[in-house]
Antibody, heavy 120, light 106 residues
Framework: QVQLQESGPGLVKPSETLSLTCIVS????????WSWIRQPPGKGLEWIGY???????NYNPSLKSRVTMSVDTSKNQFSLKLSSVTAADTAVYYC??????????????WGQGTMVTVSS | SYELTQPPSVSVSPGQTASITCSGD??????ASWYQQKPGQSPVLVIY???KRPSGIPERFSGSNSGNTATLTISRTQAMDEADYYC?????????FGGGTKLTVL
């Protein structure tokens, strides 16, 4: 069964770039869309964007100017970069597999999440 | 931008039926999904495409979607169902989550 594991620094300084990687095991990254979702402490879920195995991307309009996602099929992993971070970007960041296409999307497999704190 | 609205909290007695609503403009014309999240854990998909259950999700969980409201129904509620529940939809190539509902089983 597919498993996801996020990795990356737990502390990022304000104005710098947050970088996270999600390793996909138990399945090929090529045949699905993959997404990043975050959750600030004590708050709800916010979708950041998704990337297909081919590299096609779609970002949340509210974050689009700061987000870059990429995929490395040789390593079966995908990555997130979020630039110019502020304290408002402090959150648990999840990677997830996207279920569906066309008229619906859902997230059927989630990583365990990684906490990222933005602080000097 | 599109918004989904959930009640902040819902309470239910063990063995009874819990209903959690999610409201959005013409939500019935879109597909709704639902996630369960327990403290310190990742969300788990419990309903997708309005009423489909992923493998491993008990039949006690069901969903419906019509008009402006999607509903997650949990029958014969158990203590283990106490969690936060989030609805989610897909609109204009964007994923939207509701604000979440805390289900208390007491």
């Amino acid at each position: 069964q597919v498993q996801l594991q996020e990795s990356g620094p737990g502390l990022v300084k304000p104005s710098e770039t947050l970088s996270l990687t999600c390793i996909v095991s138990g399945g090929s990254i090529s045949s699905y869309h993959w997404s990043w979702i975050r959750q600030p402490p004590g708050k709800g879920l916010e979708w950041i964007g998704y990337i297909y195995g081919s590299g096609t991307t779609n970002y949340n309009p509210s974050l689009k100017s700061r987000v870059t996602m990429s995929v490395d099929t040789s390593k079966n992993q995908f990555s997130l970069k979020l630039s110019s971070v502020t304290a408002a970007d402090t959150a648990v960041y999840y990677c997830a597999r996207v279920l569906g296409s066309g008229t619906f999307r859902a997230f059927d497999v989630w990583g365990q999440g990684t906490m990222v704190t933005v602080s000097s | 931008s599109y918004e989904l609205t959930q009640p902040p909290s819902v309470s239910v007695s063990p063995g009874q039926t819990a209903s959690i609503t999610c409201s959005g403009d013409k939500l019935g014309n879109k597909y709704a999904s639902w996630y369960q999240q327990k403290p310190g854990q990742s969300p788990v998909l419990v309903i997708y495409q309005d009423s489909k259950r992923p493998s491993g999700i008990p039949e006690r969980f069901s969903g419906s979607n019509s008009g402006n409201t999607a509903t997650l129904t949990i029958s014969r509620t158990q203590a283990m169902d106490e969690a936060d529940y989030y609805c989610q939809a897909w609109d204009s190539s964007t994923v939207i989550f509701g604000g979440g509902t805390k289900l208390t089983v007491l």
